[in-house]
C-alpha cells in the first residue's frame, strides 16, 4: 500500500511536487532526496529556505568557547552551500534564527541581502536569544545588530517577523502588501508610522518590547497580539472593526476599544504580570473597574479566556453587577487557582454571560496567600453550597472542562454546584470531561481518577469523562 501511494506521489507533475514539498521544513524537505531518483534534485527547487540554528547546532554541546564557535561556523558553512546552489532558484520565504551574534554579523548581512536580491514575499530574521524568554526584564539588553537598510525598500514582502535587532519602522518605503507582522524583543519605536503605510495589514503581533510609542491603533486587523510590553504612555485606544482574536498578555494598563467587530471570536487577557495581593485596596478597586471596562467593551467576544487576576479584582469594583454588562461569551475559558480570592469573581462572570455553552478551567499551580482578612470571610466548604442562580447554568450551559484536574475539595466543590445548579428546567448540561495533568504519580491518579466516578454516581443526568492530558 505504502509504495502504491509513493507511486502516486512520484506520479505529479515536478512543480506540484515543488510546491508540496516547499511546505516541509527545510531538513525534512532534504530528506525526500532519498526517495528515488525523481526526488534527489527536487528539494533544490524548494522555494522555501530555513535556516535555524536549532537545526544545526546541538543545543548540549559543551560550555567550551572553542567548540560553539566551531558549531557555529560549521552552521554558517552549510547555509552559505544551500545558498550558493539556489542562487538561479525562486525563493518565496528566507527565515534566519541564530542568537550568538558576535563575530558573525557579516554572515547575518549576507544572507539578508540575499534574501532581498530574492524579492521574498516571507522574511523572518530572529535573533534573539532563547534564555531572554526566562527572563522578566530585557529593556536593558544592547543588541549589537542593524537591520540592512535594503529591507526597507522591499516591496513584495506579504509577511514580516522582526526578533532582537535593531530597526526604524518609520522607513519602510511602501509595505502595502505586508498582511502579517511580527516584532519582537527590541525598543519599538515610530510604530505608528509603519502601520499607517500597511493598508493590507491584517495580523499584528508585538512581543516582549518596550518603548512603544502609541496612543492609537486603527486598522482591518483580523489578529492582534500584545505579549509582555512596555507601552511609552498609560493608555491607547483602539479602532478594529474587523478584529476576530485579541490576545494580550501583561501588565495592565487602561486601553479602550472605540470600534470593535460585531462579534470577535477570540479574546484573551492575562494581567498575570500584576503582583499578588492579600488586602483589598485603593488600588485594587480602580484596577477592578479598568479590567470591567476593558471586558464591556470586549463583551462581543464569543470565547473569551481571563486570568486569576481579573477573577480577584473586578469583584472589588464599589458596584461589580452593575459595572459588568451581559456579554455575548459563549465559551468562557477561566485560568484559576482556585482559590477563594476567585471564587466571587467566577460566579459575576458566570451572572454576565447568559448564553453560556462552554465553561473550561485551567487549573494553575497556585501560590501562597497569606491567612487575612481578605477572604471577607469566605469558607471553601460552604461557598458552593449556598443558592446562587445563574440563568446560563440552568438553559444554555452544555459542556464543563477541568484541565489539569487533581481532585481538590475546591475543584469539587465548584463541580458539584455547576451540576447541581443546571439540574432540572431542561437539564442543558450534558457533559463534564477532566482531564488529568501529566506526570501525576500512578497511586495519586488512581484517587483522582476514583473521586471523578464518584461525581458520576451522584450526576444522573451529566456524563463525566476523566482522561489523560495529551503531551503537548
Not at 476593558?294 to 464599589?318: G, H, K, M, S
Request: glycine share 4%; hydrophobic share 40%; net charge neutral.
Amino acid at each position: 500500500m505504502d509504495s502504491i501511494q509513493q507511486d502516486r506521489l512520484s506520479s505529479l507533475p515536478d512543480i506540484l511536487l515543488i510546491m508540496i514539498i516547499s511546505f516541509l521544513p527545510l531538513k525534512e524537505c532534504v530528506r525526500t532526496s532519498v526517495l528515488s531518483k525523481g526526488w534527489r534534485s527536487l528539494c533544490l527547487e524548494t522555494r522555501n529556505l530555513s535556516f535555524k540554528e536549532s537545526d544545526y547546532v546541538n543545543p548540549d554541546i559543551t560550555d567550551a568557547e572553542y567548540s560553539r564557535i566551531v558549531a557555529y561556523r560549521s552552521f554558517f558553512c552549510s547555509v552559505d552551500k544551500w545558498v550558493s546552489i539556489t542562487q538561479h532558484q525562486v525563493v518565496e520565504s528566507f527565515e534566519i534564527c541564530f542568537s550568538h551574534l558576535v563575530g558573525f554579523e557579516d554572515k547575518i548581512d549576507a544572507l539578508i541581502e540575499y534574501a532581498v536580491s530574492k524579492r521574498v514575499k516571507n522574511l523572518v530574521v530572529d535573533l534573539s536569544n532563547p534564555s531572554w524568554r526566562s527572563n522578566g526584564d530585557i529593556s536593558y539588553r544592547h543588541f549589537i545588530y542593524t537591520l540592512p537598510k535594503s529591507v526597507y525598500s522591499l516591496t513584495t514582502l506579504e509577511s514580516l517577523k522582526i526578533y532582537g535587532c535593531k530597526f526604524d519602522p518609520s522607513k519602510f518605503v511602501n509595505p502595502v502588501l505586508l498582511r502579517s507582522l511580527s516584532i519582537g524583543w527590541v525598543r519599538l519605536e515610530n510604530l505608528h508610522s509603519l502601520l499607517s503605510k500597511s493598508p493590507s495589514l491584517q495580523s499584528l503581533s508585538i512581543k516582549n518590547c518596550w518603548g512603544v510609542d502609541i496612543t492609537s491603533m486603527a486598522g482591518q486587523f483580523r489578529e492582534l497580539v500584545i505579549e509582555h510590553s512596555d507601552f511609552s504612555y498609560m493608555q491607547c485606544a483602539f479602532e478594529l472593526p474587523r478584529i476576530h482574536s485579541f490576545k494580550y498578555s501583561g501588565e495592565l494598563f487602561e486601553f479602550y476599544f472605540d470600534v470593535v467587530n460585531v462579534i470577535i471570536p477570540n479574546v484573551y487577557l492575562d494581567f498575570g504580570e500584576e503582583r499578588v495581593y492579600d488586602l483589598q485596596s485603593q488600588s485594587s478597586r480602580i484596577s477592578g473597574e479598568v479590567i470591567s471596562r476593558i471586558i464591556n467593551d470586549l463583551r462581543a467576544a464569543e470565547t473569551l479566556t481571563v486570568c486569576p487576576y481579573i477573577l480577584q479584582v473586578i469583584p472589588e469594583c464599589e458596584k461589580p453587577s452593575d459595572l459588568l454588562q451581559p456579554m455575548e461569551t459563549r465559551h468562557l475559558v477561566l485560568r484559576t487557582k482556585m482559590h477563594t480570592k476567585e471564587f466571587n469573581g467566577i460566579i459575576l462572570l458566570l451572572n454576565n454571560c447568559p448564553n453560556l455553552e462552554t465553561l473550561g478551567f485551567d487549573i494553575l499551580t497556585p501560590c501562597p496567600f497569606s491567612a487575612t482578612s481578605s477572604d471577607e470571610g469566605i469558607d471553601p466548604k460552604t461557598y458552593w453550597m449556598q443558592k446562587r442562580t445563574c440563568k446560563s447554568l440552568r438553559k444554555t450551559l452544555k459542556v464543563v472542562v477541568i484541565r489539569n484536574f487533581c481532585g481538590s475539595s475546591n475543584e469539587l466543590n465548584v463541580l458539584r454546584y455547576l451540576i447541581r445548579s443546571a439540574s432540572g428546567a431542561g437539564d442543558a448540561l450534558e457533559r463534564v470531561e477532566l482531564y488529568v495533568p501529566n506526570g501525576m504519580e500512578e497511586s495519586q491518579a488512581m484517587v483522582v481518577f476514583a473521586k471523578a466516578e464518584m461525581l458520576q454516581r451522584t450526576s444522573k443526568h451529566v456524563q463525566v469523562l476523566c482522561a489523560q492530558l495529551l503531551k503537548k
